[in-house]
């Protein structure tokens, strides 16, 4: 057997299953290693079965709700969990390894241990790897409760397994996966509980949305406690402490004949990293931006590297990474495409963007527009009697861009789709209001947002453009100032018939006729971006009007003076803008992240020195990184040209112009070496970069 690989991807989840699926389409050869169960914890213990359990919990309250209890809604009962296992087997039908044996992905079930940079163990078996996928999970998080038995805890691991719905379910946690389950057990007859440490009952959901959902929660019963911090179990009954800002202001006992613990996720962290120079802490492994770990030959996507936590951001980071992975690179991994997150309860909550909250925090206030329908006001809600809903809208005013969309209402999992697309394509509000939506559908809960937008824009549109007018004021002066000193410059220059070359043979006459000619040189050097004079020129100027070293020290001066001065116009004009929200945004944030390191590349590979001043300004790249980047990195440059200043012959230059004669070639030749070593030490410290 040949054990040398293209792609070992390691799990067979979502992400993994969709990597491994990837590569083997492009032509690679791939291993695919699984150590428990194909289809990983979404197909066997999460996402699937969960929602089968949902859906036959909502569709025996439902009957009963309408028709009563009867022996055949107890028969329906006790076969929910049946269910759910027949379910589960009919997804795994199609994620047998033969399945993915027939795409040519070689399976092998057992626990894969990095053994070098380049190779995994399995057993007693070594295999190579060109690249490798580490796409392993995630578990649930655990909590130590004395007095709590085994027998008597459930986690999304083993629940599935149960033969009939226990009476009395505690559950110790509020998110998805205890609200989920939570309502799906009070629908099938269980007496529930839910203790969170939470202040708010679904705390990360809008404020509108926190009291609906609770009210529906309270309609089946469950019991909720909040600010509840387990302190331990006594013949099956959980006593907790009621904290209030750490302090103990009260004691709680709850019942139960199962605990449910769902309080988040831990990664699966695989054996070996170390051997294979791949770094990870207890949360999980450390990624850059395109999802490489600290071993460039290994990805890491899913649970195992990923905050968010979801299948379909581990199924979408492992389509980008084969894409890079293929195209050698010239594809790369966004990771700022906005995340739809659902809580398919009874009714369904979904989100997607920015928060209330959020937004207010990255725009003012007064440049934002929080839009809220109820479904009471949509007519499929009222014929289907699911009334019970709201959506929110977050959009900036004026130009309609939707920042936010928070929904609970029937559907609300297939609606938030269309403000995913909105926000990720920047389809306004103006545009959805143009749409024609079939009737009556939900969708047309989105129309009714949209025109709630045009209705109140169109009524307060003076008032938002005088505000607009108000907030631009400053810049618009500012550009105006700058451009008419760069008008007045550039006109005084040409109706004189000056080329630069005769500036700057009168800067010389000036410089050379004062004792203040180095002060008026840095001054001059420090307001250069007002009057864009080439700064190139300026430097060589120095070397020429001081000398060598001279030259080199009031350059440094003057150049540190002007890059700053540059960086902050930029920043000035950049401020209002939102240039991560744009296609560029990944770039951004890499530059926001690596300031230093990105400005240093750009100073030693000499990209335009404005256009490095002005765009570290306007991306809002961190002062004192760029300030630091841009001490050490003007350095080659500025040396360079100060000596090819120092190098030049004035009263041969001013006489028969630029010409051999004028150079002295010991300077000459020093301009040149610096310029060689400036380039071949950018390209060094690029590799190391790339190679860290």
């Not at 959902?213 to 309609?219: A, Q």
């Not at 909250?357 to 990255?362: C, G, P, Q, V």
């Not at 070397?543 to 116009?569: C, H, K, M, R, V």
């Amino acid at each position: 057997m040949n054990n040398n690989y293209d792609v070992v991807v390691i799990g067979a989840g979502s992400g993994g299953l969709t990597a491994a699926v990837g590569f083997s389409k492009v032509g690679k050869r791939v291993l695919l290693v699984e150590h428990e169960h194909m289809g990983g914890e979404c197909t066997n213990t999460g996402c699937i079965p969960s929602k089968a359990l949902l859906h036959k919990a909502k569709e025996y309250y439902l009957a009963t709700k309408a028709v009563g209890d009867g022996a055949k809604s107890e028969a329906f009962r006790a076969g929910a969990m049946t269910y759910v296992r027949d379910t589960i087997n009919k997804i795994l039908a199609d994620e047998t390894p033969e399945t993915f044996s027939k795409l040519g992905i070689d399976v092998v079930m057992g626990e894969a241990v990095f053994n070098t940079k380049c190779s995994i163990k399995i057993g007693d078996t070594v295999f190579d790897y060109k690249t490798a996928i580490i796409a392993t999970g995630s578990s649930p998080r655990m909590i130590n409760v004395p007095g709590l038995n085994e027998t008597d805890t459930l986690t999304n691991q083993n629940i599935f397994n149960l033969k009939t719905i226990p009476p009395k379910t505690l559950i110790i946690g509020a998110g998805p996966i205890g609200l989920e389950l939570g309502q799906a057990l009070a629908m099938l007859g269980s007496e529930v509980t839910i203790a969170t440490i939470d202040k708010e009952f679904a705390q990360l959901e809008d404020a509108a949305i926190r009291p609906l959902l609770k009210k529906h929660f309270d309609k089946l019963g469950i019991t909720i406690h909040l600010q509840a911090f387990i302190n331990r179990v006594k013949n099956n009954v959980a006593i907790f402490d009621h904290r209030v800002d750490e302090i103990i202001t009260g004691e709680m006992k709850v019942p139960f004949d199962k605990v449910l613990i769902a309080i988040g996720r831990v990664p699966n962290i695989p054996q070996g990293l170390e051997s294979a120079g791949i770094k990870f802490d207890n949360h999980c492994i450390m990624v850059d931006s395109q999802h490489r770990t600290s071993n460039k030959y290994v990805y890491a996507i899913g649970d195992v590297a990923q905050k968010l936590k979801f299948t379909h951001t581990a199924d979408d980071i492992a389509r980008q990474v084969v894409k890079r992975v293929a195209s050698y690179g010239l594809f790369r991994v966004d990771k700022r495409k906005s995340v739809p997150k659902v809580t398919y309860t009874y009714p369904e909550v979904a989100q997607v963007g920015l928060s209330w909250s959020e937004s207010i925090k990255k725009y003012k206030e007064d440049e934002l527009m929080r839009i809220e329908v109820p479904f009471s006001e949509n007519d499929r809600a009222k014929t289907d009697e699911t009334t019970d809903g709201i959506l929110i809208v977050i959009a900036r005013r004026l130009n309609g861009t939707i920042l936010g969309a928070h929904i609970i209402g029937p559907a609300a999992g297939e609606l938030i789709s269309i403000f995913t697309l909105a926000i990720e394509q920047r389809i306004t509000l103006w545009k959805l209001q143009n749409i024609i939506y079939a009737y009556p559908t939900y969708s047309l809960i989105v129309k009714k947002a949209a025109d709630q937008f045009v209705s109140r824009q169109l009524s307060s549109l003076e008032s938002d453009v005088i505000s607009l007018i108000k907030r631009s004021t400053p810049k618009f002066l500012a550009a105006v100032f700058w451009i008419t000193l760069i008008y007045t410059f550039q006109h005084y220059r040409i109706s004189h018939s000056y080329s630069y070359q005769d500036v700057l043979f009168q800067l010389l006459h000036f410089f050379t006729s004062t004792m203040w000619g180095p002060l008026v040189y840095m001054t001059l050097y420090a307001i250069r971006p007002l009057i864009l004079f080439p700064a190139t020129l300026l430097t060589a100027l120095s070397g020429a009007l001081f000398g060598f070293w001279w030259g080199i020290l009031y350059t440094i001066l003057g150049e540190n003076a002007s890059a700053n001065f540059a960086y902050w116009i930029g920043r000035f004009f950049g401020k209002d803008l939102k240039l991560e929200d744009t296609i560029i945004g990944n770039w951004i944030e890499a530059l926001r992240k690596n300031s230093f390191e990105t400005v240093l590349l750009m100073r030693l590979f000499y990209v335009p020195f404005d256009l490095t001043n002005y765009g570290a300004g306007v991306v809002k790249a961190d002062w004192k990184e760029y300030f630091f980047a841009t001490l050490i990195g003007i350095m080659p440059g500025l040396t360079t040209f100060v000596a090819l200043g120092a190098a030049v012959d004035l009263d041969e230059f001013q006489m028969n112009g630029l010409s051999f004669n004028a150079f002295d070639p010991k300077f000459l030749a020093l301009s040149i070496v610096i310029f060689i070593v400036s380039l071949i030490l950018s390209r060094m410290l690029k590799r190391w970069r790339a190679d860290m």
